[in-house]
């Protein structure tokens, strides 16, 4: 059974660093691309970085990009995301995904058929 667990969320203020960490279980991981996306309040979910199974190959969302960096540890099974310089819209809940079969390019442009979705972790920027 495939597993994603986010966790890291939490409140903090503009301007704040926070680290979303996403461990798997149940799948291969190195065969995986890994994704965070974000779905804010009243909003559709979105892209905002992933990683894909090549080293080094790693895709942003434009609001994001200088700001947040996605790595992944094949050894522990997880994928990270370092948010730095956070900003009340990036206030959402971040999502993890995994996809065995699509890349983190196609991540980027749609979450549809995303296959592995983990609960969500709330984040919180206050101004």
């Known amino acids: 059974q495939v597993q994603l667990v986010e966790s890291g969320g939490g409140l903090v203020q503009a301007g704040d660093s926070l680290r979303l960490s996403c461990a798997a279980s149940?799948?291969?991981?190195?065969?995986?691309?890994m994704g965070w996306f974000r779905q804010p309040p009243g909003k559709e979910r979105a892209f905002v970085a992933g990683?894909?199974?090549?080293?080094?190959?790693?895709y942003y969302g434009d609001s994001v990009k200088g700001r947040f960096t996605i790595s992944r540890d094949n050894a522990k099974n997880t994928v990270y995301l370092q948010m730095n310089s956070l900003k009340p819209e990036d206030t959402a809940v971040y999502y993890c995904?995994?996809?065995?079969?699509?890349?983190?390019?196609?991540?980027?442009?749609?979450?549809?058929?995303?296959?592995?979705w983990g609960q969500g972790t709330q984040v919180t920027v206050s101004s």
């Open positions: 990683a894909s199974v090549i080293p080094g190959t790693i």
């Open positions: 995904a995994a996809d065995l079969s699509a890349s983190a390019r196609a991540m980027s442009v749609s979450a549809d058929g995303v296959e592995y």
């Open positions: 149940g799948v291969t991981f190195g065969r995986y691309s």
